[in-house]
Every structure is written in C-alpha cells, then in structure tokens.
C-alpha cells in the first residue's frame, strides 16, 4: 500500500500530533508523517518526532520580515520532503492565501469547536458563556478564512455541569485525539473528498472501531456519550 507523506505543522505541545503519530503505527494506515515542522524552537511537540525518528524542522516566522516570505520558505521545506499532505495540529500561524490555495483539498486543521459555531481562540470558556449542551471539535479543510472550509469529522462532547474551561478543554482534547487520526485516514484514503465545498465519503469509510468505551464511531460523528 502507497503511504501518502504528511508533515505535521506545530507550535506548541503537540498531544494531536502524537495521536498521528500513533496512529500511522498501524501497517494499514494510508499515511506516513515524513516531515515535522514547528514555527518556533521551543515547541514541546517536537519530541514526539524525534523519539518516533520523524525528521523535523525549525522554521522561526520571526525570521521573516513578511508573511509571504515565512510562507515561502515553508513550501520549499514540505516540496523538498516530496509532501503531499498538511495537517495543522495546533499551527498559531495564519498562513497567507496563496499558501493556502496552494494547498488547498491538501491541507486540514483541527479547531477545538463544532465549527462554524466559535472560530478564533479561547473556545472552551465561550461555549460555557454561551451555554450550549453539546461542545467539540472539527476537522476540515483548510480555506483563506480562519477555521472556515469543508468539514471532514466532528467530535461531539457532552458539557456537563460544573464544567470549567479546563476540564471541558481535556474532554474535547481526548475526543480530538480520535476524531483527527479519522479525518487523516479518510483524506489520505481519498475516501473524503470536496464536491461543492462540502465532503462527500466515497465508497465505504475505512472507519477503525472506536477505541474508548461508550464512543460510538460513525463515518462523521464521533458522539462521546459517558467516557471522561
Ligand atoms: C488543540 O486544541 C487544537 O484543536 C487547537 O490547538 C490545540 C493544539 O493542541 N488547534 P496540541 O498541541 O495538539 O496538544
């Protein structure tokens, strides 16, 4: 079986990175990780790489006056890894359009949300603010818009009373944890593809048995009912 070659863009901790990576240890997933790379040297996700011997990248946006030029010298690392997919994986960068359309139908994110409910940052307190029942994450395609473009796999969780920012954070981590290793083998399987800016599932979803008990796993959904 052809692995397509991801790399992995990263900032920070890097748990969603260590799931894929995890994941792609299984001999029938239809992706390889060939390349790494954190926009800052202090990322903590760089680890994982190294000890899974993944090679890695350090490519600092402070060293580029513009944005075209970060996003630049970005193309030509992924070009010269001979990558043919993206996943952003906690990547605080924005990326210019032309890298964007550059990529696009190759490039995914995760967003800590079930999109288009709360784009942007601190997630986790809105929906509390907000009041919703039902929180999660989102795996799409990436589009020029922040956290816009064609979902892949959403994650629900329920928010339980007492929830504070961090604890309903961890739940939507652990749900985010499944939902992008979901998202990577359905894309790379090119068993999600994008008609009309929405994802169409081709022929039957190579969907892996949900790991955590009372998860039920579908092709889109991943509804975490009691597990914590
Ligand atoms: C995750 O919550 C992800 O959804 C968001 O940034 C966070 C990254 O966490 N985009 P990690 O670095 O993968 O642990």
Redesign the pocket.
Known sequence: MARRKVAVL????????AALIAACAAPDFPAQIALVVANRADAA?LAHATRAGIPTRVIPHRDYAARADFDAALDRALQAAGIELVC????MRLLGDAFVERWRDRMI????SLLPAFRGLDTHARALAAGVRVHG?TVHFVRPAMDAGPVIVQAAVPVRPGDDAERL?AR??AA?HEAYPLALRLVAAGAARVEGERVVLAGPPPVPRAAVPGTVAAPVVIWRGDAD
Do not use: D, M, Y
């Not at 952003?88 to 990547?91: P, S």
């Open positions: 990263i900032s920070g901790r890097g748990s969603n990175l996700g952003l994986a906690g990547f994110n995760i967003h800590p994450c954070a939507v981590l985010e």
